[in-house]
């Protein structure tokens, strides 16, 4: 499969994902119109309020409209552009007050057949990976994420909302060292795509394999679920450990955000 159609499989997941996620929480708000989705969980961090280009058809217009609405909320936005496929926006970004910012870009990672790395690897050291199914293992999934990723613990609770357990493309993990909660992964399924996601470990139990595991793992569920694709999102320190775990860049993303924060 060539890096363009891996890419479309990949932007396709990541917005079925955070659809999902915000259209659960208490004021989040998921617009799709023209062409473009305005993904706006209403807490304080770029990341959880995104505006994508979802198709071609987007125009200047429809953009304009979703960074109106960003503003409208009063959280931190980015506007998230594929280089290459939406250049044709970048333009516009200025002139409507927007600047890149390059602590917003991320990169779309990608790898086909799933079936090359879907083996959970068993790290010893008294590790197990357990799929939530219910609050208290949510709580727990959610204050360790919170942790491995530094944010604050109430944005990580309500974009994870309990309704998420009951859709069926969607299952979250939580990693244990020694039946201590120490790292996090979400897997979420579009079509044939798994999206793989929060995969966070806690600072003190890093550079053990932990996040490799919980990556495998959702690969391995993936695959068994039918998906032959995996797609991720990863920060710029983060790309060479998912290169070495097999996956290739699929595109990057370039965040723009208010000029005066950027």
Known sequence: MDRPALADLEHENWIACL????????????LREGGVAALLGHVPLHFYNQILIEDQAATEQAVAAAVARGRERGDPFVVSLRDGPDARFMTLMAELGLAADDSAATYAMALHPVRDRARTPDPGHGFEIRQVTDEAG?????RTAAAGFGVDPVIVEEMLRIDLLDRPECAVYVGYLDGVPVSTALGFRTGRTMGVYNIATIPEAR???FGEAMTARVLTDG???GCDVAALQASSMGRPIYERLGFQLAV????????SSA
Do not use: P
């Open 19 to 30: 659809a999902a996620s915000i259209s659960l929480t208490r004021e989040g708000l998921v």
């Open 138 to 142: 949510l709580a727990q999934h959610r």
């Open 207 to 209: 550079r053990r394999g």
């Open 223 to 225: 695959e068994a679920a």
């Open 252 to 259: 990057r993303y370039t965040g723009y955000v208010e000029r």
